[in-house]
């Protein structure tokens, strides 16, 4: 999957949950510009950040809140970072599920080399 795809399907996916959520959540995307958008990357990676940032941090509080996701080079890695402003890892009942399969995906797809989600 190139990088213009990853970031068209998490647009897509945050236009819908902000079209729910209203003015509850808003959302920005940002690539590095030293990135190609046929930067590949593995098939949906992102996608379950972006998903636990809405349903664990965004969607449970009263208050509005804010997804930013990034998409950056740091020496020859490519880093994605996804924040919120919502409630905070550990207050919505999720177990970390999501985090585990990435992990052991990038495990499986990068043998043992150093991985971090």
Known sequence: MTLEDEKSLLENYLSIQQIRLGERMTYRIRVDESLKPDTCLPPYMVQPLVENAVVHGIEPGTESGHIDVRFMQQGNKLVVEVEDS????????????????????????????????
């Open 86 to 117: 919502g409630l905070g890892m550990g207050s919505s009942g999720g177990h970390g599920v999501s985090l585990t399969n990435i992990r052991s995906r990038l495990k499986t797809l990068r043998g043992k080399r150093e991985t971090h989600a």
